[in-house]
């Protein structure tokens, strides 16, 4: 008993150690963007402070965020959709196929640093005059997005049973058709799963929009280091913008939470 006591103890001690080492940033970053620079600046009111939201008059009204937000909003939602109509039927012909070759590639794209094709992205998208626009933040991020949901749904539909399309096709089904009416509303939490990590991550890129983007096409990480100067930095502005970034995400991902452990694991628990 008491070592069981004392497991339990360890075990609420390092969960409550790990919470607030990861809520303590967060924390700290939302009290920022309410407190004024001399406020920042000043140990004394860490915790008891006059809360102030002109930084997030700056931001939202000042400094264009609204335009910023659209930006990010669109970037992201093209490059997981387009991920999606790619990334399903092949992550499904890789499965159904066993196509190895295929897959290696799919692997190889996921673990080749995206830095290391800034340089030959940014010449021939220059030279094809596509730097600036949309279009190219879209291909992008679909480099990485496009591979993470093609892995995602590899591993899916390997915990899907082929019986079931098997018995579609003795019903008279093609197996285009099967796929359609019977995999695809099976996999429905796989495809949920592989778009909400897509969307997030096109959400949180800050170096292909940095490299790629151009003044009109700005996405929200990028436009938070209008608040560095070379001088000096708005803390507060720069937090308040930070929160704007970061709490749209915290939301979809704590609605969307059941959704992702349920693809995640659904291909180690099927089959």
Same mark, same amino acid.
């Given at each position: 008993m ?6 339990k103890a360890?075990?609420?001690?390092a969960l409550? $150690?790990?919470?607030?080492?990861l809520?303590?940033p967060l924390?700290?970053?939302v !009290?920022?963007?309410? #407190?004024?620079?001399?406020d920042?600046?000043?140990? %004394? @009111?860490?915790?008891l402070?006059s809360?102030?939201?002109d930084?997030y #008059? ?11 937000i659209i ?8 490059s997981?959709v387009?991920s999606?109509?790619?990334?399903v039927?092949a !992550?499904?012909s890789? %499965?159904?196929?066993?196509? @190895?070759?295929? !897959?290696l590639?799919?692997?190889?794209a996921r673990?080749?640093p995206?830095?290391?094709l ?10 094809l005059?596509?730097v600036?626009?949309?279009?190219v933040?879209?291909l ?5 997005s496009?591979?993470l949901?093609v892995?995602i749904m =590899?591993?899916?539909?390997?915990? $899907?049973?082929t019986?079931l399309?098997?018995?579609?096709q003795?019903d ?5 058709? *099967?796929?359609?009416?019977i995999? $695809?509303p099976l ?5 949920a799963? !592989?778009?909400?990590?897509a ?6 890129n800050?170096?292909f ?6 003044a009109k096409t @700005?996405?929200?990480?990028? *436009? ?6 070379? *001088? ?5 502005g720069? =937090?308040?913008a930070?929160?704007?970034?970061t709490?749209?995400?915290?939301v979809?991902? $704590?609605l969307a939470?059941k959704?992702?452990?349920s693809?995640l694991?659904?291909?180690?628990? #099927?089959?």
């Amino acid at each position: 008993m008491r070592g069981g006591t004392a497991y339990k103890a360890f075990r609420v001690g390092a969960l409550v $150690l790990v919470v607030l080492g990861l809520l303590t940033p967060l924390i700290w970053m939302v !009290a920022a963007s309410l #407190k004024t620079n001399v406020d920042i600046y000043d140990a %004394s @009111k860490a915790l008891l402070f006059s809360p102030t939201v002109d930084n997030y #008059k700056t931001v939202l009204e000042q400094a264009n965020y609204v335009t910023f937000i659209i930006n990010s909003l669109w970037v992201a939602f093209a490059s997981t959709v387009l991920s999606l109509l790619l990334g399903v039927p092949a !992550a499904y012909s890789m %499965s159904r196929f066993t196509m @190895k070759r295929s !897959a290696l590639v799919v692997l190889m794209a996921r673990v080749i640093p995206g830095v290391s094709l800034l340089v030959p992205w940014f010449y021939v998208f220059s030279n094809l005059r596509l730097v600036g626009g949309f279009t190219v933040l879209v291909l992008s991020h679909m480099f990485v997005s496009l591979p993470l949901v093609v892995y995602i749904m =590899m591993g899916y539909f390997d915990g $899907l049973p082929t019986e079931l399309e098997e018995s579609g096709q003795v019903d008279g089904l093609t197996p285009i058709g *099967a796929f359609r009416r019977i995999t $695809l509303p099976l996999s429905t939490p796989g495809i949920a799963t !592989a778009g909400i990590l897509a969307f997030i991550f096109s959400w949180n890129n800050f170096m292909f929009a940095l490299v790629l983007s151009g003044a009109k096409t @700005k996405t929200l990480p990028v *436009a938070i280091f209008d608040f560095v100067g070379y *001088a000096a930095i708005d803390w507060g502005g720069l =937090m308040a913008a930070a929160t704007v970034v970061t709490v749209p995400i915290m939301v979809i991902a $704590l609605l969307a939470q059941k959704y992702v452990v349920s693809g995640l694991t659904a291909g180690a628990t #099927k089959g």
